[in-house]
């Protein structure tokens, strides 16, 4: 195993950290389809990504009370001290202030079902559908269920996956990424993606197998990619306001999401695979 240290660009700034895994280069293929891919009817095809309107009214305020339930719910369960009146999900590193704790909430809230909220998912399935041109779903075959992540990120930690693209495990080959802000999610917190990098062939990427990367002693499903034959990741956070979502094609390089502010940043990520190709 090999310490190599992933130095990239997030809106011109520098970032780097330190991965353990076994890298190597691709095989001269290009897994992004050119044609009839998910984002293919859409003016930011070639971008790989894009910010829509995901809800109206109070729909926003609805998601972000249950997701508040769901984290409060994981605190309690690790037995960790909270007011549930006052908590407030900026503050949540306060609250859950050490690295075991953290681990134990995360536990639980990467790994959520549509039951487990409050908010009707089909709705967003249904207003991404017709953005995209495609009818989605929000059940996933491969894994016999719907999937939502919340992801919490801690001020200056390591709470980051590496850069990656989803479409390497096959139950995410052909879905819609979709990336919620919750709280804490601003330009200096936001996920940062690749533009453009779901057109890059798979021998100009340097990246480690699926589940071969290990930051900060926690191993990710997802592979980490080092560097392109171009060089390093140059990435931005598109940060989507308030009501809005980032979505993406799977095969966009995003990850890194180092939170630069002195809040917690909570977003959920939902994934709509597509019901007919
Ligand atoms: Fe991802």
Same mark, same amino acid.
């Given at each position: 195993?090999?310490?190599?240290?992933?130095?990239?660009?997030?809106?011109?700034?520098?970032?780097?950290?330190?991965?353990?895994?076994?890298?190597?280069?691709?095989?001269?293929?290009?897994?992004?389809?050119?044609?009839?891919?998910?984002?293919?009817?859409?003016?930011?095809?070639?971008?790989?990504? @894009?910010?829509? #309107?995901?809800?109206?009214?109070?729909?926003?305020?609805?998601?972000?009370?249950?997701?508040? &339930?769901? *984290?409060? /719910?994981?605190?309690?369960?690790?037995?960790?001290?909270?007011?549930?009146?006052?908590?407030?999900?900026?503050?949540?590193?306060?609250?859950?202030?050490?690295?075991?704790?953290?681990?134990?909430?995360?536990?639980?809230?990467?790994?959520?079902?549509?039951?487990?909220?409050?908010?009707?998912?089909?709705?967003?399935?249904?207003?991404?559908?017709?953005?995209?041109?495609?009818?989605?779903?929000?059940?996933?075959?491969?894994?016999?269920?719907?999937?939502?992540?919340?992801?919490?990120?801690?001020?200056?930690?390591?709470?980051?996956?590496?850069?990656?693209?989803?479409?390497?495990?096959?139950?995410?080959?052909?879905?819609?990424?979709?990336?919620?802000?919750?709280? @804490?999610?601003? #330009?200096?917190?936001?996920?940062?993606?690749?533009?453009?990098?779901?057109?890059?062939?798979? &021998?100009? *990427?340097? /990246?480690?197998?699926?589940?071969?990367?290990?930051?900060?002693?926690?191993?990710?499903?997802?592979?980490?990619?080092?560097?392109?034959?171009?060089?390093?990741?140059?990435?931005?956070?598109?940060?989507?306001?308030?009501?809005?979502?980032?979505?993406?094609?799977?095969?966009?390089?995003?990850?890194?999401?180092?939170?630069?502010?002195?809040?917690?940043?909570?977003?959920?990520?939902?994934?709509?695979?597509?019901?007919?190709?």
């Amino acid at each position: 195993m090999a310490v190599e240290t992933c130095a990239l660009k997030i809106d011109n700034e520098p970032f780097e950290f330190e991965v353990t895994g076994q890298f190597s280069w691709g095989k001269p293929e290009n897994l992004f389809k050119a044609e009839g891919n998910v984002i293919s009817k859409v003016p930011w095809a070639k971008l790989g990504f @894009g910010v829509v #309107e995901a809800f109206k009214g109070k729909e926003f305020d609805a998601l972000k009370q249950s997701v508040r &339930d769901n *984290i409060l /719910r994981a605190i309690q369960v690790n037995n960790i001290t909270v007011d549930p009146e006052s908590f407030q999900l900026e503050d949540y590193h306060k609250i859950v202030n050490t690295d075991e704790g953290h681990l134990g909430v995360i536990d639980i809230t990467r790994n959520l079902t549509n039951e487990d909220f409050d908010f009707d998912i089909e709705l967003l399935v249904q207003r991404f559908g017709e953005i995209l041109g495609y009818q989605l779903t929000s059940w996933v075959e491969e894994l016999q269920k719907t999937h939502i992540q919340i992801r919490i990120n801690r001020p200056s930690s390591l709470d980051i996956n590496p850069p990656h693209k989803d479409g390497y495990l096959s139950y995410w080959e052909d879905i819609i990424n979709v990336w919620i802000p919750i709280a @804490g999610c601003n #330009e200096h917190t936001s996920l940062p993606v690749a533009p453009g990098s779901h057109l890059i062939a798979e &021998d100009e *990427i340097y /990246r480690t197998e699926s589940k071969g990367a290990t930051i900060n002693g926690n191993t990710y499903y997802v592979p980490c990619i080092l560097k392109t034959k171009s060089g390093n990741l140059d990435m931005i956070r598109p940060n989507p306001k308030e009501g809005e979502a980032l979505i993406f094609s799977p095969f966009l390089i995003h990850g890194a999401a180092v939170n630069r502010s002195d809040q917690t940043r909570v977003s959920i990520e939902l994934r709509f695979p597509r019901l007919t190709s």
